[in-house]
């Protein structure tokens, strides 16, 4: 999988040495830089730097999936050139604003399995990287179509500034991509070029970001009161693939069982919902090293001014245990690639699931373990209603 292969290329990346490196070409403020040893960095063995379609060219050798490094360079703001040929399948992109261990950093790349509709809305994709993870999975809405050539180049422009970022692809006059707000804690970093397809023409104009702002763009979900935003959240416990959750049974069912419900003891923080209302666990707690299931605790409180039944909509990854008042509500799974996978693909988004709230009137804990084993970690919630209601 893509991501699982940025993450040990990159390890393996960071060890290559380097030397003195020569100069990239200049013209009218772009950075040329060529595609030659000289200017980037690579796992030896894995790269062919050869004459293709009239320009100097690379691709993996024997068709390979490689990634590569810009050699000093660091990347702020600007516009950021490209052609790609779709020569193999996968996931081929850049990683811009990459730190300097490599484990945080912006990443924009094309859904690469074949002839695709413009109307395709996955074939270009956005997703920041956190703790060298890719959070795909929580970036339902930094998707969309363009018109890809399965055979010849492909040109790509990247426009970046500040917070916001336009993508071009093939038509240079409209954007097939706006980013709103990237999401990456780096503002400035080095550029990693990925894939089993081939790059050319690869240039930089820094500065050069036309009439993009540099201020987060509007979010959606910024005015609409019924997202739950505020919550308590518990420190990661592992949570061995396969292992449920164990819940106090009542006395007819035998001797009774300890609960795996949080207690008196458990240690609380506070994390609040970040841009599109995602409460971003991802961010928080990171890669869990060597893989493995985590779980964590959030819990919220809704004041109700009456006994009422409200909806609330819930994009999760990856599993979701739901209390209300200690009484168990809702269980779910999202996984990607499983029968489990909710809508959109496996991917958090509030089209995941729906459930009943049944408030008392007064206070009501909201309690919810979230489990992860694959990819980004977090949930968005929303209310249907929040009218007699108040909110942490």
């Given at each position: 999988?893509?991501?699982?292969?940025?993450i040990?290329?990159c390890?393996?990346?960071w060890?290559?040495p380097?030397?003195?490196?020569?100069?990239p070409k200049?013209?009218k403020?772009e950075i040329?830089?060529?595609?030659?040893?000289?200017y980037?960095e690579?796992?030896p063995?894995?790269?062919?730097f050869?004459?293709?379609?009239?320009?100097?060219?690379?691709?993996?050798?024997?068709?390979?999936?490689?990634?590569?490094i810009?050699?000093?360079h660091?990347?702020s703001?600007?516009t950021?050139?490209f052609?790609?040929?779709?020569?193999?399948?996968g996931?081929?992109?850049?990683?811009f604003?990459?730190?300097?261990?490599?484990l945080?950093g912006?990443n924009?790349y094309?859904?690469s399995?074949?002839p695709?509709s413009?109307?395709?809305?996955?074939?270009?994709?956005?997703?920041?990287?956190?703790?060298?993870?890719s959070?795909w999975d929580l970036?339902?809405?930094?998707?969309?179509?363009?018109n890809?050539e399965?055979e010849g180049?492909?040109?790509?422009?990247?426009?970046?500034?500040?917070?916001?970022m336009?993508v071009?692809?093939n038509d240079?006059?409209r954007?097939?991509?706006?980013?709103?707000v990237l999401?990456g804690k780096?503002?400035?970093g080095r550029i990693?070029?990925?894939?089993?397809?081939?790059?050319a023409n690869?240039?930089i104009?820094?500065g050069?970001?036309e009439?993009?702002?540099g201020?987060?763009?509007y979010?959606p979900?910024?005015s609409?009161?019924?997202?739950?935003r505020?919550?308590?959240l518990?420190?990661p416990?592992d949570f061995?693939y396969?292992?449920?959750?164990q819940?106090?049974?009542?006395?007819?069912?035998?001797?009774?069982?300890?609960?795996?419900?949080?207690?008196?003891?458990?240690?609380?923080?506070?994390?609040r919902a970040e841009n599109r209302a995602?409460?971003n666990i991802?961010?928080?707690?990171g890669?869990k090293?060597g893989?493995?299931?985590r779980l964590v605790?959030?819990?919220?409180?809704i004041?109700?001014?009456?006994?009422?039944?409200?909806?609330l909509k819930m994009g999760?990854s990856?599993?979701i245990w739901?209390f209300?008042?200690?009484?168990l509500?809702?269980?779910d799974?999202?996984?990607?690639?499983?029968p489990?996978?909710?809508?959109?693909?496996g991917?958090?988004t509030?089209e995941?699931t729906s459930?009943?709230?049944?408030?008392?009137?007064?206070?009501n804990?909201?309690l919810?373990?979230?489990?992860?084993?694959?990819f980004g970690?977090?949930i968005?919630?929303?209310?249907?209603?929040?009218?007699?209601l108040s909110?942490d």
């Amino acid at each position: 999988m893509f991501a699982k292969k940025l993450i040990f290329i990159c390890t393996v990346l960071w060890m290559v040495p380097c030397t003195t490196h020569a100069q990239p070409k200049k013209e009218k403020g772009e950075i040329r830089f060529p595609m030659a040893d000289a200017y980037w960095e690579y796992e030896p063995g894995t790269v062919e730097f050869f004459e293709h379609r009239s320009s100097k060219a690379m691709k993996g050798k024997d068709g390979g999936y490689y990634s590569l490094i810009l050699k000093d360079h660091l990347f702020s703001d600007g516009t950021i050139e490209f052609d790609v040929e779709l020569e193999g399948t996968g996931f081929p992109g850049i990683n811009f604003r990459m730190s300097e261990d490599l484990l945080e950093g912006e990443n924009f790349y094309i859904r690469s399995f074949g002839p695709v509709s413009p109307l395709e809305r996955t074939t270009l994709q956005y997703a920041t990287v956190i703790d060298s993870m890719s959070t795909w999975d929580l970036t339902d809405e930094y998707q969309a179509g363009a018109n890809m050539e399965q055979e010849g180049w492909n040109h790509v422009k990247l426009v970046v500034h500040g917070k916001q970022m336009k993508v071009y692809v093939n038509d240079m006059e409209r954007a097939a991509m706006h980013v709103p707000v990237l999401e990456g804690k780096t503002d400035t970093g080095r550029i990693m070029l990925s894939g089993n397809v081939i790059y050319a023409n690869f240039k930089i104009v820094p500065g050069a970001t036309e009439d993009l702002s540099g201020e987060p763009g509007y979010d959606p979900t910024h005015s609409d009161t019924r997202y739950i935003r505020n919550w308590m959240l518990s420190e990661p416990l592992d949570f061995p693939y396969g292992r449920d959750l164990q819940l106090q049974l009542p006395t007819m069912y035998g001797e009774a069982q300890k609960s795996d419900l949080p207690d008196s003891s458990m240690v609380w923080t506070p994390i609040r919902a970040e841009n599109r209302a995602l409460v971003n666990i991802s961010r928080r707690y990171g890669l869990k090293r060597g893989g493995g299931r985590r779980l964590v605790w959030l819990k919220t409180n809704i004041s109700s001014k009456s006994e009422q039944e409200r909806i609330l909509k819930m994009g999760f990854s990856d599993e979701i245990w739901v209390f209300l008042n200690r009484e168990l509500v809702k269980v779910d799974k999202n996984y990607f690639g499983t029968p489990s996978q909710k809508e959109p693909k496996g991917r958090c988004t509030l089209e995941n699931t729906s459930f009943g709230l049944p408030l008392k009137e007064g206070d009501n804990e909201l309690l919810i373990g979230v489990g992860n084993f694959f990819f980004g970690w977090g949930i968005i919630a929303r209310l249907d209603k929040t009218e007699g209601l108040s909110l942490d």
